[in-house]
Nanobody, 121 residues
Framework: QVQPVESGGGLVQAGGSLRLSCAAS????????LAWFRQGPGKEREFVAT????????IYADSVKGRFTISRDNAKNTVYLQMNSLKPEDTAVYYC??????????????WGQGTQVTVSS
């Protein structure tokens, strides 16, 4: 059973950039659609971005479109989330998910432990 493991979170000023990584532990991401979700303070976990295995098609939430980029490195069994032009409202715990589809968190069976991203104003 694959276990996603996130890294790369931290504290950044508004307008800055961060790159999150998610590596596969105990298995492989091969064949899996991968996604990033986030959960801000007092909020529900929400969809951020997904990359579809079969087509490499990428889908983004409207709130991050044009600022965030999801990508995958199959050789390294890793998916990335490049976050640019960060805003304080991007502050959240970011989760990597695998094995599902679409924008609904309940569709994904495999989850990482999350990594904190804090954007200061």
């Amino acid at each position: 059973q694959v276990q996603p493991v996130e890294s790369g979170g931290g504290l950044v000023q508004a307008g800055g950039s961060l790159r999150l990584s998610c590596a596969a532990s105990g298995g492989t991401f091969s064949g899996y659609t991968l996604a990033w979700f986030r959960q801000g303070p007092g909020k529900e976990r929400e969809f951020v971005a997904t990359v579809i295995w079969t087509s490499d098609r990428r889908i983004y939430a409207d709130s991050v479109k044009g600022r965030f980029t999801i990508s995958r490195d199959n050789a390294k069994n890793t998916v990335y989330l490049q976050m640019n032009s960060l805003k304080p409202e991007d502050t959240a715990v970011y989760y990597c998910a695998a094995g599902g589809w679409g924008k609904e968190r309940y569709n994904y069976p495999y989850w990482g432990q999350g990594t904190q991203v804090t954007v200061s104003s």
